[in-house]
């Protein structure tokens, strides 16, 4: 892709660039570990967030940017929603730190615990149980309201309905009048609400909406 790497580092030339690889379901492309090699070497370059759902190109990126030579420089971000939990705990060549998350869009209080709590593990060097177990809730969660099941196509009406079930949403509506739920997908929602009332904020939510809503 080396028209790529010329753009990136013409923009890099103005401004900081941040990398994003997007998975293909949802309009991104395969790119391989050469190109983010080369990415990884443009010296603007400040971070990139991998989000391809796929464990084997997540470690392309992690693998180039360690081989770059500037893997202290570039942070990295997990946006694979299907693995947040290990991508934050596993000690890969170079630390994912952070993330750009579609589930951080709602149940943020506590996405904002549990990054804490990854974080903590990685210091101590102990990943405890519940931490794996937390993993395959979460990834069980995002399944349902993003809709993967089906590629996806309700990814956007499934945030909005968690977000309207709180009152932070008068409705699921899209801009794309044509972007809804899929069949079964409320279905799915609800399953994993009542299997996991625990990762949710709601209460939190409640107790502060009016004033939010003011």
Not at 111 to 116: L, N, T
Request: hydrophobic fraction near 50%.
């Amino acid at each position: 892709m080396p028209q790529l790497i010329a753009h990136a580092r013409a923009v890099a030339e103005i401004i900081p660039v941040f990398g994003f690889y997007l998975q293909p379901a949802v309009g991104g492309r395969h790119l391989g570990p050469d190109f983010w090699r080369a990415f990884a070497q443009i010296e603007n370059v400040v971070a990139i967030k991998i989000a391809p759902f796929d464990r084997y190109r997540t470690l392309d990126v992690i693998r180039a940017v360690a081989e770059s030579g500037r893997a202290k420089e570039i942070a990295l971000y997990t946006g694979n929603d299907d693995n947040i939990v290990m991508d934050l705990v596993m000690p890969y060549e170079v630390r994912i730190v952070g993330g750009l998350l579609g589930h951080w869009a709602f149940w943020t209080k506590k996405a904002v615990a549990q990054h804490a709590a990854c974080r903590r593990a990685v210091r101590s060097g102990n990943v405890p149980v519940s931490l794996l177990r937390l993993a395959s809730e979460i990834t069980d969660a995002n399944a349902a309201i993003f809709d993967a099941a089906n590629g996806f196509a309700g990814c956007i009406p499934g945030i909005h309905e968690i977000l309207r079930r709180q009152g932070l949403l008068a409705g699921r509506w899209c801009l794309d009048e044509s972007e809804v739920l899929s069949s079964g997908q409320l279905a799915a929602i609800d399953r994993v609400r009542q299997a996991y009332p625990h990762l949710n904020d709601d209460a939190f939510v409640a107790e502060h909406l009016d004033d939010w809503l003011r």
